[in-house]
């Protein structure tokens, strides 16, 4: 796990057993949640889930990384070209 502040949310996914394909069965705050969820659903043998971990970013954040990854550019550019 990371150690970021940001905001996590959980996703809990069922994986199809005879094709693979995927259903989002839902998105949580907490892996409490999440883990209450998966007590109520009805396994069967051979059931397969996934879980997922995100982090929350704003507008602002990505605008700074960006930003900061557009400098990193030009200083290596400019290296370059020296």
């Given at each position: 796990m990371s150690c970021s502040t940001e905001p996590k949310y959980w996703t809990l996914?069922?994986?199809?057993?005879?094709?693979?394909?995927?259903?989002?069965?839902g998105v949580f705050d907490t892996i409490e949640a999440l883990a209450t969820r998966l007590v109520r659903l009805h396994h069967g043998c051979g059931d397969e889930y996934h879980v997922e971990c995100f982090n929350l970013s704003t507008l602002e954040k990505e605008k700074s990384f960006a930003e900061a990854a557009q400098k990193v550019r030009s200083e290596g550019e400019e290296l370059e070209a020296a």
């Open positions: 996914v069922s994986i199809d057993s005879f094709d693979g394909t995927t259903i989002v069965l």
